[in-house]
């Protein structure tokens, strides 16, 4: 069992950064590829980004691409989510997810098999 854990959410400012963490405990973590997706008021969760176990495969939604990177620290059972040039449009509450194993497709949420509780992004104009 993988318990995840997100922190670093908060108010900014559009063209802002903003880095957020997925802490994980219990499980092996440094085995699992770890997703980001969002979900804002009234529309339904979306994909952003996927990071492989290793961190040598990346996938990023075309709407943060150029924006935003993910990357890992096995070391310390965390991945981050670097968010620059933030737009009022990336206002969501932020969730990490691990998946034991990747299906042909890692956008979609139901390939995952733990879930953090999300944090709160919120970008003003």
């Known amino acids: 069992q993988v318990q995840l854990v997100e922190s670093g959410g908060g108010l900014v400012q559009a063209g802002g950064s903003l880095r957020l963490s997925c802490a994980a405990s219990?499980?092996?973590?440094?085995?699992?590829?770890v997703g980001w997706f969002r979900q804002a008021p009234g529309k339904e969760r979306e994909f952003v980004t996927a990071?492989?176990?290793?961190?040598?495969?990346?996938y990023y939604a075309d709407s943060v691409k150029g924006r935003f990177t993910v990357s890992r620290e096995n070391s310390k059972n965390t991945v981050y989510l670097q968010m620059n040039s933030l737009k009022p449009e990336d206002t969501a509450v932020y969730y990490c997810?691990?998946?034991?194993?990747?299906?042909?497709?890692?956008?979609?949420?139901?390939?995952?098999?733990?879930w953090g509780q999300g944090t709160q992004v919120t970008v003003s104009s």
């Open positions: 990071i492989s176990w290793r961190g040598g495969t990346t």
């Open positions: 997810a691990a998946a034991a194993r990747w299906g042909p497709v890692p956008q979609l949420m139901r390939g995952y098999d733990y």
């Open positions: 219990g499980g092996t973590f440094s085995t699992y590829a």
